[in-house]
């Protein structure tokens, strides 16, 4: 029993105590201000030179791995040590290296607060529209997912002669970049909708294809084991990096690096800086880390931060990698049979993988477990999400809306005939662009 509470001057009655304080934690104050909480309690201050100057420093043994109790053979001393444990507490454990990026927070008032909010403005250096840019970014693609359902066929194109394998888009939306088992990269003029230009590397199928930034260079993957460079511009091949003994199954890039997975069993991680001029300067790379797997690696995606990274075998096992330090956080076999696609929800906190055994599998990046399993009946074989929804493309050429929340899929609507292969989507989430088995590919 609580006989008597002192409240502060600012609440009035019982009532208000809480609702102002639940008004408190909901402010855009607190949300502008969130990240510099999570820097403290989880983040980049939690430990190091950060924790020292912010005044945030503990005792060590309440840090995690501060003390290894397996190697205290006192008995006394062990249970010394567990007590001391106890009694201080522990720090949280630390998920970030960087400092966290600021809460993106709404800037648009109520119409009780129009008025005074325009006169506000009136002094403001900043624009409305600089001010609300990210914002509008959001609500666009929070809309483009809420009517994902009402996808529809827009244009489609058989370009290819074997099954597409991947898509790549430039910055403006005009090119559209294609690889195919067919051996094949081709461009592909959206406003004109004709075949601009067809490149052969080699006679063995390409695997994956992707835009550096500028729109200058498209890098595609090869079964022959190389990766290939080529020049938008000049429309020829740059440069060919040879870094695998067997076929390379996929690529990423991010901040002139270079990740590669391959039939090998290994994910190389490459530094580069990519060539100004055709036959001038050729790339040069420097290999920085080397993924060992037990297996061969077919899919692999990195997290929007390029901080974590994802890589999966033919053997169903989903492997979460920490790219700073190069490590193996977690390894999940979750899969029976080949895993065909996995990537990083937008706040980095999951992993949706899908495979040929039908199931789509959510798992918590900071732990390691399989949190959800949906199953199909048929393989999903390549999919973009949002962290509550998927679009996946199947294996008959449906393309599926999953809610995963609901745990129930949403819809259905029918567009290769055969499997679809890859999917792309824009920035914004309002374009996607499938390749299938049926060698087309299809604008929605």
């Known amino acids: 029993m609580v006989d008597d509470v002192e409240l502060p001057p600012w609440a009035s009655s019982p009532e208000d105590f809480p609702q102002k304080s639940k008004d408190a934690l909901e402010s855009n104050y607190v949300s502008e201000h969130l990240h ?30 501060g003390v290894d109790l397996n190697s205290i053979q006192d008995p006394d001393e062990k249970v010394a040590m567990l007590t001391q444990i106890l009694e201080f ?23 009780s607060q129009t008025s005074s909010y325009n006169a506000s403005m009136a002094d403001s250096p900043v624009s409305p529209g600089e001010e609300s840019f ?41 090119s559209v970049f294609t690889t195919s088992q067919d051996s094949t990269l081709k461009m592909f003029s959206k406003e004109s909708k004709m075949l601009q230009s067809s490149i052969s590397f080699s006679n063995m199928a390409l695997s ?13 993957s090869s079964w022959d084991n190389n990766v290939y460079f080529y020049s938008v511009a000049f429309g020829r091949r740059q440069d060919t990096l040879m870094g695998h003994d067997d076929a390379v199954s996929k690529i990423c890039w991010h ?8 039939w090998d069993s290994t994910v190389k991680v490459c530094s580069g800086v990519p060539a100004e001029m055709p036959g001038t300067k050729r790339h040069h790379f420097d290999l920085l880390a080397e993924l060992e797997h037990d297996v061969s690696v077919d899919t692999i995606s990195l997290n929007p931060a390029s901080t974590l990274f994802v890589s999966s075998t033919k ?12 490590t193996l956080m977690h390894q999940i076999p979750c899969h029976s049979g080949i895993v065909c696609d996995t990537a990083f929800s937008p706040d980095s906190r999951h992993v949706l993988s899908t495979g040929a055994d039908g199931c789509l599998n959510v798992i ?29 493309g199947s294996q008959s050429g449906e393309l599926l809306v999953w809610d995963l929340l609901g745990a129930k899929i949403s819809e259905r609507t029918q567009g290769h005939t055969g499997a679809v292969t890859c999917i792309w989507m824009n920035e914004q989430c309002s374009s996607i662009i499938t390749g299938g088995e049926d060698r087309q590919i299809i604008f929605w």
């Open 134 to 174: 990210e914002d509008l970014t959001e609500e666009s693609k929070t809309l483009a997912w809420n009517n994902i359902t009402k996808l529809q066929l827009h244009e489609h194109y058989k370009i290819h002669k074997e099954a597409v394998t991947g898509i790549t888009v430039s910055h403006n939306g005009s």
């Open 208 to 220: 994956s294809c992707l835009l550096l930034p500028g729109d200058a260079t498209v890098i595609t």
């Open 315 to 326: 053997e169903g096992t989903v492997n979460i990698w920490n790219l700073t330090t190069a």
């Open 36 to 65: 510099e909480w999570i820097d403290l309690i989880s983040g980049y201050k939690q430990k190091g030179n950060g924790a020292v100057g912010a005044h945030n420093v503990f005792h060590p043994l309440t840090y995690e791995g």
């Open 255 to 262: 901040d002139n690096r270079l990740y590669s997975a391959s």
């Open 89 to 111: 507490g522990q720090t949280p454990k630390q998920l970030f290296v960087t400092p966290h990026p600021r809460r993106i927070t709404p800037k648009f008032k109520s119409l």
């Open 364 to 392: 918590d990046v900071q732990t390691g477990m399989l949190i959800s399993s949906m199953t199909s009946d048929e393989p999903q074989r390549c999919f973009v999400w949002d962290g509550n929804s998927v679009l996946s």
